[in-house]
């Protein structure tokens, strides 16, 4: 069984719900735990900041746990292979279209990310539905399908609007609107 786990956002937030988003991630996994960092999402220049960032909130929110890090490739193939060789992935936010364009080039997603647990903040999590809104370009968008649901993270009361226009888009399907520091799991 998959495990999904979307975060609405701002994850780095040194907050009780990001840390309890963290522990969600690893904790039925035993030691030790490989976690696969992704960062396609974010500008190239920042990935080896936001990966060093990432482990650190890990770290804070698992003191005992044993936890190995691995920053994902650049390619394909080799980001490929490494999602064999790990338990868990964590995808971060920023450009959902960017990191969509690099996730559909990945041949037979689904099945590599099989038996893993898969957590995504933000564009990490948006990227995996059938449909979602993107706070940045306000825009609505087809994701990638592995979920059949519409996604709306940093989702507010004041965004109620716009979340009335992700139900009219696309299929007539479940809508998750997860707020900032905030999660679902989905296992699948």
């Known amino acids: ?13 040194d ?7 963290f522990i969600e991630i690893v904790k039925d ?13 974010k500008d190239k220049k920042i990935w080896e900041e936001a990966f060093e960032s990432v482990k650190e909130s890990f770290k804070k929110a698992l003191p005992q ?3 190995n890090f691995v920053l994902a490739g ?21 450009n959902t279209h960017i990191l ?12 590599l990310l099989k038996n893993k647990t898969i957590a995504g903040s933000s564009a990490g999590a948006l990227v995996f539905s059938s449909y979602y809104y993107e706070n940045d370009d306000d825009t609505y968008n087809k994701g990638l399908g592995i979920l059949p649901y519409k996604t709306f993270c940093h989702y507010t009361e004041e965004k109620t609007n716009k979340l009335k226009k992700l139900k009219g888009f696309g299929k007539n399907i479940k809508i998750h609107a997860i707020p900032e520091e905030k999660y679902i799991v989905i296992k699948k």
Do not use: S, W
């Open 100 to 111: 969509q364009e690099y996730l559909e080039k990945v041949p037979d997603l689904v099945n």
């Open 65 to 67: 746990k044993h936890l």
């Open 15 to 21: 907050t009780e719900d990001n840390k309890e988003f």
């Open 29 to 41: 996994i035993m030691d030790p735990v490989n976690v696969l960092i992704v960062c396609y999402a």
């Open 1 to 13: 069984m998959t495990k999904y786990i979307l975060h609405g956002g701002a994850a780095r937030r």
């Open 74 to 94: 650049h390619n394909t193939e080799g980001f490929k292979e490494q999602l064999k060789e790990v338990n868990a992935v964590y995808i971060l936010g920023g």
